[in-house]
């Protein structure tokens, strides 16, 4: 069945570079596209950007000169990479598939990430 | 952006009928999905473009709403419904959603 499993660090360090994977199964990275999408605690979802089925990545504009998605489909993995993080970064962060329809109909259970000293 | 604009709470009692709102900024077509979260879990799809019933959902939810303003009702609504409910769209780039209804029951 389609999963999606996000993992990398709980805590981060303000200024340093946030690292996380998303591993999928269940279906092909060729195939649907995977975005990022985070959430502060208590509030509302941010998309941060796509890896397309493509190959090719879009990015919100907010973060665009922070973030940095790629992928390695042998190993069935979509990675985000953000830099300078602040406090205000502190949340947590989903991967999600994407359908043709555009939805998103599968989500990973979400890493939280704190950012402090 | 586009920006989806939701009523922050609502408060209803089991057995009687919902509507959540949801306005865009700019038109979305029927690019408008609906998801329903509970707490310390992720996101879950209910409805899609609109008024498509996801996999799964039970059909006392439904969707409807064209352009810049749509509706997710549930009829009758159920103790277990009480979740934060986003609106999300997908016709104008960057993919935004809305900040969530929270739905109590009495």
């Known amino acids: 069945q389609v999963q999606l499993t996000e993992s990398g660090p709980g805590l981060v360090h303000p200024s340093e570079t946030l690292s996380l994977t998303c591993t999928v199964s269940?279906?092909?990275?060729?195939?649907?596209?995977v975005y990022w999408v985070r959430q502060p605690s208590g509030k509302g979802l941010e998309w941060m950007g796509r890896?397309?089925?493509?190959?090719?990545?879009s990015y919100n504009s907010a973060l665009k000169s922070r973030l940095s998605i790629s992928r390695d489909t042998s190993k069935n993995q979509v990675f985000l990479k953000m830099n300078s993080l602040q406090t205000d970064d502190t949340g947590t962060y989903y991967c999600?598939?994407?359908?043709?329809?555009?939805?998103?109909?599968?989500w990973g259970q979400g890493v939280m990430v704190t950012v402090s000293s | 952006d586009t920006v989806l604009t939701q009523s922050p709470a609502l408060a209803v009692s089991p057995g009687e009928r919902v509507s959540i709102s949801c306005r865009a900024s700019e038109g979305v077509n029927s690019y408008m999905h609906w998801y329903q979260q509970k707490p310390g879990q992720q996101p879950k799809l209910l409805i899609y473009?609109?008024?498509n019933l996801a996999s799964g959902v039970p059909a006392r939810f439904s969707g409807s709403g064209s352009g810049t303003d749509f509706t997710l009702t549930i009829d009758p609504v159920e103790a277990d419904d009480t979740a934060t409910y986003f609106c999300?769209?997908?016709?104008?780039?960057?993919?935004?959603f809305g900040a969530g209804t929270k739905l109590e029951l009495k």
């Open positions: 269940g279906f092909s990275l060729t195939g649907y596209s």
């Open positions: 999600t598939r994407a359908r043709y329809t555009t939805d998103f109909d599968y």
């Open positions: 890896m397309r089925y493509n190959g090719d990545t």
């Open positions: 473009k609109a008024s």
């Open positions: 999300q769209q997908s016709w104008n780039d960057p993919y935004t």
